[in-house]
């Protein structure tokens, strides 16, 4: 084998020099023998006697045996030793350009060669998409979508390049939305369809190709996966009854392509998508969620599935996970009622359907994400809403355990919407009794550390928050204060240039509050306040210069 190898390699190399093709084709066949008795072997023999830069001249789009020479290649670039020498040897234009061929045999085999080339190489992916290969591929799959083996050949290349970034662009002005929904209506077989999902998956992450999609009825199909899955239990219906509906919330993730789907909220895809939340599968379940959180990303969506009663049906599936414990599924609903709980007329609708209660529900989970949702969606729900916050904020139980949230430093997320709810029951409740729980259950310290964070909206929520604990029980306050160094803190505020104009003005306000406490004070005169202060009453900010005036006047009555 291995001197008949050596022989037709040298064949093949004088053959290709003087341009006689007589006895190419044995040589041919003889390699391709040779690769597949043992590939590594005849691949480095390739290499050393210097052929590959000989194989261009014999990939002419007329020659009978250029299906041949693509098979040889695709067989090498197997091998990743020898993708590098195949880019070297300039094989990449001649196989794009073959890939105009209407023989389907040259066109599988160039396919094959130039995937294999270029498998799990970026910078080669983009370089066949700078080339075109894109739109020639997609009509390659619209006229010879019979031909299963140069289907499946699109559709790897497809998934391959739709990981890239540059290629949504070029994917998106061709029919490949078209394409791909025809060919999946087609497919009765799993694999078939997963294949199909692979590529689809990544197209859908871009916002004009989602509306193609939706455009060419890709919607249906889904839905129409997920009837016939629902109650399967064979492992390839659960995967594509899981691909499916994940597929369709990531449609969803559009703006025009959601608005699309809702149709005022009486849309038979919004309709469908609803029937899943109550459905016995926890995979659809999840889906159902995920849908109405999608779909509630605008004002008008909300308040339309609020008045609707869907805030009931994620109670109801809320309640079944608070024992069963789907952590996905709780996550997913609990996201759902935050967005729906964000205009200011759900607010009232939702506290009175009980949403509250059964968020309380969720206190003691120890997983962060679902501790952040449960979160965010009561911070939502209490704003503007004095009784709620009343009523949250005097629930030691909960703040005791927001409190404990805030020092959860390995979970950024969870520490920050912990301490931006200690901070919203006090300002929207402006309630002593709630000001008192905070004290009691040592949310004190918490709010003053959120007074010196990065984030400027959380810095003035802080110190609005503490600016009310200081007017409605300084004494009860006092300890924690001193202890955590407030005074010390708001000096640092003052001082900063980069504190914004509404930092600077809540920080006089609350040093005014805390005036009235003999340690407070001391500590006020001992940082020599005034001085910082009277520098901000030729601050360009009007309101922040009137503050400076009237707190310089305080400062110096009462030192």
Known sequence: MADNLSEALKKLKLTTADGSS????????????ALAHNNVEASEKVQETGLLPMLPT??????????????????????????????????????????????????????????????????????????????????LLAVHSDNVGLTEMCLIAFGNLAELESSKEQFASTN?????????????????????????????????????????????????????????????????????????????????????????????????????????NHQLQLAGALAIANFARNDGNCIHMVDTGIV????????????????????????????????????????????????????????????F?????????????????????????????????????????????????????????????VVRTVIQGGGVKHLITMATSEHMIMQNEALVALGLIAALDLVGAEKDFVGSSLVQVLHKLL????SAPEIKYNSMILICAVMSSEPLHKEVQALAFIEVVSKLRSHENKTVSHQASLTEQRLTAQS
């Open 22 to 33: 007589d006895s190419v084709d044995s040589c041919l066949d003889c390699l391709l023998k």
């Open 58 to 139: 014999l990939l002419a789009p007329q020659s009978s045996c250029t299906p041949k020479v693509a098979n040889i290649i695709a067989e090498l670039a197997k091998n990743e030793f020898m993708r590098s020498p195949c880019v070297e040897a300039g094989l990449i234009p001649p196989l794009v350009q073959l890939l105009s061929s209407s023989d389907q045999e040259v066109l599988l085999q160039t396919g094959r060669a130039l995937g294999n080339i270029c498998y799990d190489s970026h910078s080669l992916q983009a370089q066949l998409i700078s080339m075109g290969v894109i739109p020639t591929l997609v009509k």
């Open 176 to 280: 490949i939305a078209e394409e791909l929904v025809r060919l999946f209506q087609k497919q009765s077989e799993h694999e078939k369809r997963e294949m199909i999902f692979e590529v689809l998956a990544p197209l859908a992450e871009n916002d004009v190709i989602k509306l193609q999609l939706v455009d060419a009825g890709l919607v249906e199909c889904l839905l129409d996966v997920v009837a016939h899955t629902v109650d399967g239990e064979r492992e390839e219906e659960v995967a594509q009854l899981k691909t499916a509906s994940d597929l369709m919330v990531l449609l969803l993730l559009g703006d025009e392509s959601m608005q699309k789907l809702f149709e005022g909220g009486k849309g038979s895809v919004f309709q469908r998508v609803l029937s899943w939340v109550p459905s016995h």
């Open 312 to 371: 009931q049906k994620l109670l109801d599936l809320l309640d079944r996970h608070v024992d069963e414990g789907n952590v996905t599924v709780q996550h997913a609903a609990l996201s759902a009622l935050r967005n729906l709980a964000i205009p200011v007329v759900n607010k009232a609708k939702m506290l009175s359907a009980g949403v509250s209660d059964i968020v309380l529900k969720f206190l003691p989970s120890e997983r962060p994400p679902v501790q």
């Open 373 to 433: 949702k449960l979160l965010g969606t009561l911070r939502m729900l209490i704003d503007t809403q004095v009784d709620a916050a009343d009523q949250l904020g005097t629930n030691l139980g909960l703040v005791e355990r927001l409190v404990e949230w805030c020092e959860a430093k390995d979970h950024a997320g969870v520490m920050g919407e912990s301490n931006r709810l200690l901070s919203a029951l006090i300002r929207h409740s402006k309630s002593k009794d």
């Open 495 to 498: 001082s900063d240039e980069r």
